[in-house]
């Protein structure tokens, strides 16, 4: 079975704090994607990458920055964790024609 | 670009009725198509997906879809529902564009089946 998992379930940050996310597949897989979901909004992307040290941004990159050092590693960063970043995050890894996807960190900012 | 449209934000419907669940998207490239679903408190799991050939797909627990080329739609389907389809499903589309697959979401159709 494809393995994706994510370090944390739940997160508790103050407004401020430099956050990691980290994201971790078994399946070496080139495309690795990290997402926030909120309500009436769906699953939006945040950057996502195709191979190691390569990166594009996705639809919301503002305030994030990502890192991926080793193909099975995908680490999203929050530079300086804001109110407006409490949310759910999820991270997929995927080949070619199917994505598998983490249980998600639902982050929140005080 | 590519972009996916969910025409229905909630979709309310009582047991054993048939439902749909409708879904557009476009792209400049061709492209691979998806449903997904998350169960409460619980991450994303696919539930088929269309990549080419006969453009009726059929995927887990009873459920189909049709890849319409000519309406850009990929609208889901299943005959009578139950009370545990009750989830939030979303669609998705991947077109390779630039060398690599980017996969982008619709918003989410939230399913209310009612006893």
């Known amino acids: 079975d494809v393995k994706v998992t994510q370090s944390s379930r739940y997160l508790v940050k103050r407004t401020g704090e430099k956050v990691f996310l980290e994201c971790v597949q078994d399946?070496?897989?080139?495309?690795m994607f990290w997402y926030r979901q909120d309500p009436g909004l769906g699953l939006r992307l945040i950057y996502f990458s195709y191979d190691v040290k390569m990166k594009e941004k996705g639809d919301i990159p503002e305030g994030y920055s990502v890192s991926r050092e080793k193909k099975e590693r995908f680490s999203l960063i929050l530079e300086s964790a804001s109110t407006n970043q409490t949310s759910m995050y999820l991270c997929?890894?995927?080949?070619?024609?199917?994505?598998?996807f983490g249980q998600g960190t639902r982050l929140t900012v005080v | 670009a590519q972009s996916v449209t969910q025409l229905d934000s909630q979709v309310p419907v009582f047991e054993e009725a048939p439902v749909e669940l409708r879904c557009n998207y476009s792209?400049?490239?061709?492209?691979?198509l998806f449903w997904y679903v998350q169960y409460p408190n619980q991450g994303l799991q696919l539930l088929l997906k269309?990549?080419?050939?006969?453009?009726l797909v059929k995927g887990i627990n009873g459920f189909e879809a049709e890849f319409n080329k000519s309406q850009t739609s990929f609208h889901l389907r299943k005959p009578s529902v139950h009370i545990s389809d009750t989830a939030e499903y979303f669609c998705?589309?991947?077109?390779?564009?630039?060398?690599?697959?980017?996969?982008?979401f619709g918003a989410g159709t939230r399913l209310a089946v009612h006893p």
């Open positions: 997929a890894s995927s080949r070619q024609t199917e994505a598998f």
């Open positions: 792209s400049s490239v061709s492209v691979y």
């Open positions: 998705a589309v991947s077109g390779n564009a630039g060398g690599y697959n980017k996969l982008i």
């Open positions: 399946m070496d897989h080139e495309n």
């Open positions: 269309y990549l080419s050939g006969s453009t």
